[in-house]
Nanobody, 123 residues
Framework: VQLQASGGGLVQAGGSLRLSCAAS????????MGWFRQAPGMEREFVAA????????GYADSVKGRFTISRDNAKITVYLQMNSLKPEDTAVYYCAARSRLFYHTNYHEYDFWGQGTQVTVSS
């Protein structure tokens, strides 16, 4: 499965962005999906994830209430709506696919990765 992430950019604090991650195969429908991020000098960290159906979702405490993950299996795409952005959200954001039905918060559990998209939030 190939993943193509897009939607990053530069935004002021308090603003919003929507990231998209398009998959290359219909088998995407059977995969859990996640978003992770990595800031310079930091380890990659979990942001949000959802199950193959989208019925089960999980969020890092730092983004809970501000970010929303969703998927459209017809379009084989997963989204991350990011609202009330803060400077500490600045990072490269990666989407990932796990060849299981249900998500995990550990990035080692994911099998396929997109190329990353830069999100920069200015204060």
């Amino acid at each position: 499965v190939q993943l193509q992430a897009s939607g990053g950019g530069l935004v002021q604090a308090g603003g919003s962005l929507r990231l998209s991650c398009a998959a290359s195969e219909r088998t995407f429908r059977n995969y859990a999906m996640g978003w992770f991020r990595q800031a310079p000098g930091m380890e990659r960290e979990f942001v949000a994830a959802l199950s193959y159906s989208g019925d089960s979702t999980g969020y890092a405490d730092s983004v809970k209430g501000r970010f929303t993950i969703s998927r459209d299996n017809a379009k084989i795409t997963v989204y991350l709506q990011m609202n009330s952005l803060k400077p500490e959200d600045t990072a490269v954001y990666y989407c990932a696919a796990r060849s299981r039905l249900f998500y995990h918060t550990n990035y080692h559990e994911y099998d396929f990765w997109g190329q990353g998209t830069q999100v920069t939030v200015s204060s």
